[in-house]
Nanobody
Framework: QVQLVESGGGLVQPGGSLRLSCAAS????????MGWYRQVAGKQRELVAT???????NYADSVKGRFTISRDISKNTVFLQMNSLKPEDTAVYYC?????????WGQGTHVTVSS
């Protein structure tokens, strides 16, 4: 089992910034990929951004140019820097990690963008 613990969510005004963190209980050096997904009540969970073990990143079109995914291998942590936040970014954000032993999810962290 791998534990993923997210932090950094909260309430922010439109145009503001937040940085989410996802700390893994297993080395991310050996991961296939880690990513952030988000979900709004009543809708399907959607991909936000992913990063592979080699550092290749992928973003949803809706967040390109505003969000940045990165990782600190020494701390087994993946980050999501979110800038220029919009009300439509409001959701529960989930961390996902893929290792040879399986795929794991965090418990989620709430992000609310509102004035």
């Amino acid at each position: 089992q791998v534990q993923l613990v997210e932090s950094g969510g909260g309430l922010v005004q439109p145009g503001g910034s937040l940085r989410l963190s996802c700390a893994a209980s297993r080395s991310i050096f050996s991961m296939y990929a880690m990513g952030w997904y988000r979900q709004v009540a009543g809708k399907q969970r959607e991909l936000v951004a992913t990063i592979t073990t080699s550092g290749i990143t992928n973003y949803a079109d809706s967040v390109k140019g505003r969000f940045t995914i990165s990782r600190d291998i020494s701390k087994n942590t993946v980050f999501l820097q979110m800038n220029s936040l919009k009300p439509e970014d409001t959701a529960v954000y989930y961390c996902n990690g893929q290792w040879s032993v399986g795929q794991f999810w965090g418990q989620g962290t709430h992000v609310t963008v509102s004035s």
